[in-house]
């Protein structure tokens, strides 16, 4: 019953955030995060309170190139870099997002905690992400000593 009340409860839907944003480079580290976090829910179940406390356990990340890796991590902004993808094509523009799954622990009526089977996911929205190739321009004048 309690791991039925858990699939039941509503989970963010968590935006996946890139940094550079709106536009990246081609072969360049493009960090990505989002900001999921845990949160408490409580149900009755025949007479009894139930407490959920349920929480991000890993990451899907799907670049948009055809490509998903999965962490531990909900990765952060710069300088963190602990979630990061370098796109291949130039010149084309992604969707990218973010599948978390979650997880939960229960306690019934403010007693000791215990694990909940199973986990639920919740698949973010899709942003778009401009792919782009930069030049290398040679400026200024050689010194010629």
Known sequence: MITAAFRKIPVPKERSIVQPAN?????????????????????????????????????????GDGSSFTTSSPGGPYPDKTVIHRYRKAHVTVRHHVTVSWGARFRVNGGAWAPVSGTVQSVGPSTALRIAEAVPVLTGVADQR
Do not use: A, C, H, M
């Open 23 to 63: 536009k990246t480079l081609v072969n360049f580290d493009t960090i990505f995060y989002t900001r999921s976090q845990g949160f408490q829910r409580t149900v009755v179940l025949l007479g009894q309170t139930i407490t959920l406390d349920i929480s991000p356990v890993s990451y899907t990340w799907s670049p």
